[in-house]
């Protein structure tokens, strides 16, 4: 991970820029689920992971409420997430064919793997100003990976 990205994750992490979704995170994590009820959930905005010489973006909407809120990595901790990490091994582009939790030294070749949105919303449907306040992290993550050209930067103005 490089300094800039380093730093930028500090500022997600620490962001509460929408109230009504860290409410919400809040909410999630005391609550839990059933066979989660012993684990202590990340419960804060989940950042990015790769690094600056990725060539590809694997790109979702929003942590799961209790994959990447619970463990602090996207896609991780939930059924997408392992089968993307199981066909991300299989292709040679993840070291381990699962993802479990920041401690499990995962590395990935070339690739990096965010939300645009990094605070899961109820329901899944974020609101059009919480989007508005992330895509200014999306936006630099993006645009710190050098190997990435064809970003376009129009995606804001889809909502
Ligand atoms: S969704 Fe993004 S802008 Fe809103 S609180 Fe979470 S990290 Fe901050």
Redesign the pocket.
Known sequence: MDIRLNSLDKT?IN????PR??KFIHKISIEKRKQNMDEIYWAK?VPGFGNLNSKLAIVGL?PAAHGGTRTGRAFTGDKSGDFLFRCLYEVGISNNPYSKNLKDNLKLNCTYITNI???V?PKDK?QRN?LS??S??FDKEISSLKKIKSYSYTWKNSF
């Open positions: 997600i962001c509460k820029k929408c979704l860290v905005p929003a949105l990094k605070c919303p974020p919480e306040n992330c200014e992290f």
